[in-house]
């Protein structure tokens, strides 16, 4: 299936999962979502991610991360920049969600990184999303 935006989808897909409690979920993959589950991984978000091959597509397993085995860990996901609408943040600008306790992942000229990366770095990106 073809769509427009991938990363929105892949989010999507996360919080659609989470909610209904889904142990595991299984989306199509592609080098943005692979470094994208790698920092929620990284991060504490979920548990683990992995590649399985199905036929020609590769696909990416994703096992998700509850707190006393119903709370979901991931409790939001937001797509910041869009397909319509790109935003990009300087390195002075990169946002902080909730205050330190949630995440944001920019695409920067050095990969895929989260905001506090990127401020250490002192690098600016795209806002590719929120997580808290």
Sequence with gaps: MNTTDPIADMLTRIRNASLARHRELTLPSSRVKREIARILVEEGFIESFSMAQDGIQEMLAMQ???????????????????????????????????????????????????????RKLNLGGEVLCYVW
């Design 64 to 118: 998700l991360k509850y707190v006393e085995g119903r709370t979901p860990v991931v409790s939001g996901l937001k797509r910041i920049s869009k397909p319509g609408l790109r935003v990009y943040a300087r390195k002075t600008e990169i946002p902080r969600v909730l205050g330190g306790l949630g995440l944001a992942i920019l695409s920067t000229s050095h990969g895929i990184m989260t905001g506090q990366q990127a």
